[in-house]
T-cell receptor, first 115, second 114 residues
């Protein structure tokens, strides 16, 4: 079993829809959770960063962490064609400093927003 | 702010040669940098953690003699792939520990070994 599972997609939704992206993980020591957006042949760009369980909202993006279920989600409201990209979840146990640890990534979900 | 650059963005080399990839933090100092590798349709895999002025820490299964890492200054880390072979062809991405607890990623270097 991989440490972090993420459905690679592709996930195709119409413009304006609410998008739900998810990851599950097996390592209960993970405490720091991140979502990155990656465009083709580019480096990942940090979208959301959360610690432990709970919700965090930033504009059209909401990140949820449920440590009891080892499940994290990213919601995108009012999706736009420019949101089309690969979304990577990442996490760390914080043993060397929170999000500054080397991260464990999911495979990424390829998201397509249809105009 | 918090920009990380990589050079070159892509490189093609012959089997058996060595390739050096540079990672620079342009507008901040990074005591810690990380090197990842990403194969097609696979997740980013951490290769090593690079700390300024000290030896890099390699993840299990990564050959430290093959992937030489030097972090000589607070803004520059280099990854040298020695005696590269076709199976080393991949997308290599660095990141730098920035303000607070976050990592900022470079744009990546695509290595193709013929």
């Amino acid at each position: 079993q991989k440490e972090v599972e993420q459905d690679p997609g592709p996930l195709s939704v119409p413009e304006g829809a609410i998008v739900s992206l998810n990851c599950t993980y097996s390592n209960s020591a993970f405490q720091y959770f991140m979502w990155y957006r990656q465009y083709s042949r580019k480096g990942p760009e940090l979208l959301m960063y959360t610690y432990s369980s709970g919700n965090k909202e930033d504009g059209r993006f909401t990140a949820q962490v449920d440590k009891s279920s080892k499940y994290i989600s990213l919601f995108i409201r009012d999706s736009q064609p420019s949101d089309s990209a690969t979304y990577l979840c990442a996490m760390s146990d914080g043993s060397r400093g929170g999000g500054a640890d080397g991260l464990t990534f999911g495979k990424g979900t390829h998201l397509i927003i249809q105009p | 702010g918090a920009v990380v650059s990589q050079h070159p963005s892509w490189v093609i080399c012959k089997s058996g040669t060595s390739v050096k990839i540079e990672c620079r933090s342009l507008d901040f100092q990074a005591t810690t940098m990380f090197w990842y590798r990403q194969f097609p349709k696979q997740s980013l895999m951490l290769m090593a953690t690079s700390n300024e002025g000290s030896k890099a820490t390699y993840e299990q299964g990564v050959e430290k003699d093959k992937f030489l890492i030097n972090h000589a200054s607070l803004t520059l880390s280099t990854l040298t792939v020695t005696s590269a072979h076709p199976e080393d062809s991949s997308f290599y991405i660095c990141s730098a520990r920035g303000y607070g607890d976050t990592q900022y990623f470079g744009p990546g270097t695509r290595l193709t070994v013929l």
